[in-house]
């Protein structure tokens, strides 16, 4: 618990964004089930804008909307996934200096005497494994 509310007591985050977030948190973003199920407006069609085929609720587009599910999903989740690489790559001393997250653009191979930190690679093996784009490995090939 004490993890999960540490971003509010940093404190360095603009207001709004933080308002935002507190929003999403309690459900009432202006999405059109909000509309019709909580401001009660009884014309509204609560469907998805998108894919027009669910309920356009917070949860539906954030992680169930097929319509936009290779494009802004992807997106976003690179966006983290680049936080987490420079992470990684600066505590495996793959890289010396941090850059702002939003400028930061990982390298597809960082590697060093002991790890290698991977971007976005299929890693080609004999078996089919259903997870084959590893982030990291140690160069005696065990996997962190």
């Known amino acids: 618990m004490v993890a999960s509310n540490a971003w509010l007591k940093r404190g360095d985050l603009f207001q709004e964004n933080e308002g935002f977030m ?4 309690d459900q009432v973003i202006d999405t059109k089930n909000y509309q019709k199920y909580i401001i009660r407006r009884p014309n509204i069609n609560d469907t998805c804008r998108h894919c027009r085929s669910s309920p356009e609720t917070i949860q539906h587009i954030s992680g169930a909307c097929k319509s936009i599910a290779q494009t802004n999903y992807k997106h976003r989740h690179d966006q983290l996934a680049a ?42 093996t004999d078996k089919t494994i259903y997870n084959n784009r590893p982030d990291l490995e140690k160069k005696i090939n065990q996997f962190i």
């Open 22 to 25: 507190l929003a999403l948190q």
């Open 83 to 124: 936080i987490i690489h420079q992470n990684l790559a600066f505590q495996y001393k793959l890289r010396s200096e941090k850059v702002p997250y939003y400028k930061y653009q990982p390298q597809s191979v960082l590697e060093n005497n002991s790890y290698k930190v991977y971007w976005d690679r299929t890693k080609v």
